[in-house]
């Protein structure tokens, strides 16, 4: 009887322990919520160039100055998706060879969208437009929820110099979401993380990093010389010593994001598609979906349906991991360039 005694209690200690911690972690997040500062969150610009020998440079210009560093006719903009920054265009930039390259970067402690990330957007693609005779608009993953966004917001003489928009995997809202169990949804739009968040959390994006956030060698294949030379890599690059690059690359570009961020994108993405995302506003302009065929984060073909009726897009399937641009560089490069070919 002691022995069955002290077993309940020992099992009482931990689950009342493991209340206690919940209790503790979802103060934490109902204390950062009550001290919000509203809005906390920008949309940074960077100039993207390509340079002999596979180099790409980065830098970072006021929304106003698009004027000052135009160099050709046609502009490229590039939104990133979910825990990414400007640099995920750095694989293909040297495709836009004879175009003005610009890459946004979602900065601050949260992620805003209706009220500061899309009319950002909207005012880049006014400014770009007042420059610029055409502008491709190209979305990874969130990046297309927010462009759809974007552009159904400015005004007709805009609209018409977007000759295309090209969509890397985007989803719809949570319906499309692989990796989040239906029942955690609501989770992420109770809340709205900052500094203590950041803090108590901190050990949770590593975490999912370790179960799966890496790029698996698998998935990894390794591109042609000339592929090879685009990513600044020698053309004897073993397949090896590119599997161990784009895994050390992932691990840098993953790390040191603000939970309190990562958090506020997955709410914005929830709660655009609840909201319903205007596919009406991109009729009229050529939108270029991309479906990942390995991809383990976007409901296929749920998400590429909804793109292909209710925005006309025409859609390219490609061996590729869920936007893994350096996982299977060749195949990308080959549909970019046909496509590129006759604009």
């Given at each position: 009887m002691s022995v069955v005694w002290t077993i309940f209690t020992v099992v009482g200690y931990v689950v009342a322990g493991v209340v206690a911690l919940?209790?503790?972690?979802?103060?934490?997040?109902?204390?950062d919520t009550l001290f919000a500062r509203s809005p906390d969150s920008r949309l940074d610009l960077y100039r993207v160039d390509h340079h002999r020998g596979g180099s790409v440079s980065h830098r970072h210009i006021k929304h106003h100055d698009i004027r000052s560093v135009k160099q050709r006719r046609v502009a490229v903009l590039w939104l990133p998706g979910i825990l990414a920054r400007e640099n995920q265009i750095d694989p293909i930039v040297s495709l836009f060879a004879g175009r003005d390259v610009y890459a946004a970067r979602y900065a601050g402690r949260r992620f805003d969208g209706p009220t500061v990330i899309v009319p950002q957007v909207t005012v880049i693609l006014h400014l770009l437009a007042n420059v610029y005779d055409e502008i491709i608009v190209i979305g990874a993953s969130h990046g297309g929820m927010v462009g759809t966004?974007?552009?159904d917001g400015i005004d007709a003489g805009v609209k018409s110099k977007i000759k295309q928009f090209i969509v890397f995997d985007s989803p719809t809202g949570a319906d499309d979401f692989l990796s989040m169990p239906p029942a955690a949804v609501p989770f992420f739009t109770w809340f709205r993380p900052g500094v203590l968040s950041n803090i108590v959390f901190a050990w949770v994006l590593p975490l999912l990093n370790k179960l799966g956030g890496l790029p698996k060698e698998i998935n990894i294949i390794r591109p042609d010389r000339e592929n090879l030379q685009r990513l600044g890599l020698s053309h004897?690059?073993?397949?090896?010593?590119?599997?161990d690059w784009v895994q050390d690359s992932a691990k840098r570009n993953l790390s040191g994001h603000r939970f309190s961020l990562w958090y506020s994108e997955l709410r914005d993405m929830i709660e655009s598609g609840r909201r319903g995302l205007p596919y009406t506003g991109l009729h009229g302009i050529e939108v270029m979906y991309l479906e990942c065929l390995r991809n383990d984060t976007v409901k296929q073909p749920d998400a590429v349906n909804?793109?292909?009726?209710?925005?006309?897009a025409?859609?390219?399937?490609?061996?590729?991991?869920?936007?893994?641009?350096?996982?299977?560089?060749?195949?990308i490069v080959t549909l970019l360039k046909v496509n590129l070919q006759y604009r």
């Open positions: 919940l209790v503790f972690l979802l103060a934490i997040l109902a204390l966004q974007a552009i004897d690059t073993t397949y090896r010593e590119f599997v909804v793109w292909a009726n209710e925005a006309n025409m859609v390219y399937q490609l061996n590729m991991t869920h936007c893994g641009m350096t996982e299977n560089l060749d195949a």
